[in-house]
T-cell receptor, first 111, second 114 residues
Framework: QKEVEQDPGPLSVPEGAIVSLNCTYSNSAFQYFMWYRQYSRKGPELLMYTYSSGNKEDGRFTAQVDKSSKYISLFIRDSQPSDSATYLCAMSPSGNTPLVFGKGTRLSVIA | KAGVTQTPRYLIKTRGQQVTLSCSPISGHRSVSWYQQTPGQGLQFLFEYFSETQRNKGNFPGRFSGRQFSNSRSEMNVSTLELGDSALYLC?????????????FGSGTRLTVV
């Protein structure tokens, strides 16, 4: 079993839809949780990070962490065609250990 | 502010050759990490350098090596290339990995081994 599991999709939604992206993990030591967005032919860019459990909101994006279920989510409200990209979850036990990434979910938002 | 710069962007090499990839981090960033990205395995950690010292190393064979210079620029080298080394190699820099700062990634070097 991989440490971090992420459904690769592809996921296709109409513009304006609410998108839910998810990852599960097996290592209970993970404390730092991040979401990256990667456009084609570009490197990943950090969208959101959360420490430990709870929710965090930034504009149209909400990140949730449920450590009891070892499950993290990213919600995108009012999705736009410009949100079309691959979304990667990443996590780490501590701030000075490397991030472990999911394989990414490819999202297409159709106008 | 300039981002993370990786050179070259694209590279084609033959099996058995060696290759050197370069990464210039954001000014002031002292930590540089390297990842390999493939469709099958996703992003896998190669190594991390901080102040010219390797601080963490992933589970890759010894053919993969790296170094960091005093100006924080980093290079990674792959010797005796294999077809399976074809991948996007990403470099990420950060002020320090201690704390939830995350990385800033470059656009990567696309290596194709034929």
């Amino acid at each position: 079993q991989k440490e971090v599991e992420q459904d690769p999709g592809p996921l296709s939604v109409p513009e304006g839809a609410i998108v839910s992206l998810n990852c599960t993990y097996s290592n209970s030591a993970f404390q730092y949780f991040m979401w990256y967005r990667q456009y084609s032919r570009k490197g990943p860019e950090l969208l959101m990070y959360t420490y430990s459990s709870g929710n965090k909101e930034d504009g149209r994006f909400t990140a949730q962490v449920d450590k009891s279920s070892k499950y993290i989510s990213l919600f995108i409200r009012d999705s736009q065609p410009s949100d079309s990209a691959t979304y990667l979850c990443a996590m780490s036990p501590s701030g000075n250990t490397p991030l472990v990434f999911g394989k990414g979910t490819r999202l297409s938002v159709i106008a | 502010k300039a981002g993370v710069t990786q050179t070259p962007r694209y590279l084609i090499k033959t099996r058995g050759q060696q290759v050197t990839l370069s990464c210039s981090p954001i000014s002031g960033h002292r930590s540089v990490s390297w990842y390999q990205q493939t469709p099958g395995q996703g992003l896998q950690f190669l190594f991390e350098y901080f102040s010219e010292t390797q601080r963490n190393k992933g589970n890759f064979p010894g053919r993969f090596s790296g170094r960091q210079f005093s100006n924080s620029r980093s290079e990674m080298n792959v010797s005796t290339l294999e077809l399976g080394d074809s991948a996007l190699y990403l470099c990420a820099s950060s002020l320090d990995t201690r704390g939830p700062y995350g990385y800033t990634f470059g656009s990567g070097t696309r290596l194709t081994v034929v």
